[in-house]
């Protein structure tokens, strides 16, 4: 099978795997490829850090997933122009570990310019765990909370400064993903269609919930008798989330009955 990959900077690539590879193997293969050391390698699949000794089928992993793939900040062999002079502490770049406050304790690197601020690398934390809301962020170095407009090296982290991740009170569970609007179409009702928002971190399940809600006040019939989503001619796994399924914005999803003979009112 193949699976995409999307580094935190630069070009996407895709490698093919097995079905029972290790994720070891799978950073063994990325190394070959991309020339990327397994030890500077971490793979994040549905906002959770890939472990070496899982594999392909318990991560549910299926052809043409996608994985995020942030790499330490890559050492360049120094040159006679890089050595003289040598860079101020506030011109270099450092790498962070991130410490993901989740019942698995993740942590990840996370390569950074000491100029930049908190306020960007809470950016750069959502760009790689999209769940969590940059507004509800707050970060912590050594127990004391950073403040947005100050910079890494104002706030005197450098390479290796661990990064605790907490949250804005009543901040945790609350979701952060972008609304999808998905467009529903009933074709025995005249070709009707209905938009419905949802997340995209939701269960496919979900917009089952919603055209419930929804049928009462719309005045739209669904089959009686029960009923898959169609999604690009692929009936949807209704236990998988809409970004599982590749759903984008304002994407068209179809009913259809489980059978010919399924009534509809």
Same mark, same amino acid.
Request: hydrophobic letters at 35%; charged letters at 20%.
């Given at each position: 099978m193949d699976i995409f990959f999307e580094p935190f900077s630069g070009e996407g690539f895709c490698i093919e795997v097995g079905f029972?590879?290790?994720?070891?193997?799978?950073? $063994?293969?990325?190394?070959?490829?991309?020339?990327?050391?397994?030890?500077?390698?971490? &793979?994040?699949?549905?906002? $959770? @850090? &890939?472990? /070496?000794?899982?594999?392909? +089928?318990?991560?549910?992993?299926? +052809?043409?997933?996608?994985?995020?793939? *942030?790499?330490?900040?890559?050492e360049k062999p120094a040159t006679k122009a890089e050595s003289s002079p040598p860079l101020s502490?506030?011109?270099?770049?450092?790498? &962070? &570990?991130?410490?993901?406050?989740?019942s698995k304790s993740q942590q990840f690197p996370l390569c950074m310019h000491s100029r930049g601020t908190i306020r960007e690398l809470k950016e750069n934390i959502h760009a790689v765990m999209e769940t969590l809301c940059v507004q509800q962020l707050v970060l912590y170095s050594d127990g004391s909370e950073l403040q947005d407009h100050w910079s890494l090296h104002q706030s005197g982290l450098s390479d290796g400064s661990e990064i605790d991740v907490g949250f804005m009170a009543g901040a945790m569970g609350s979701s952060c993903f972008k609304k999808l609007k998905v467009i529903v179409v009933l074709p025995r009702c005249g070709g009707k269609k209905t938009a419905v928002e949802v997340n995209g971190s939701d269960k496919v399940r979900v917009l089952r919930m919603e055209l419930d809600k929804l049928q009462k006040c719309l005045q739209f019939y669904l089959p009686k008798d029960g009923y898959y989503f169609i999604y690009k001619e692929h009936?949807? #796994?209704? /236990?998988?989330?809409?970004?599982? +399924?590749? @759903?984008?914005q304002g994407d068209t999803i #179809?009913?259809?009955?489980?059978? *010919?003979?399924?009534h509809w009112p």
């Open positions: 029972f590879d290790t994720v070891l193997e799978i950073k $063994e293969k990325i190394q070959k490829y991309q020339n990327i050391p397994v030890a500077a390698q971490t &793979l994040i699949f549905n906002g $959770e @850090v &890939l472990q /070496d000794e899982s594999n392909v +089928h318990s991560s549910d992993l299926v +052809h043409n997933s996608y994985i995020q793939l *942030i790499s330490s900040c890559p502490p506030a011109a270099s770049r450092v790498q &962070l &570990l991130i410490n993901i406050p989740t009936v949807m #796994d209704e /236990d998988r989330s809409f970004r599982w +399924h590749h @759903v984008g #179809d009913i259809s009955p489980t059978s *010919i003979s399924t």
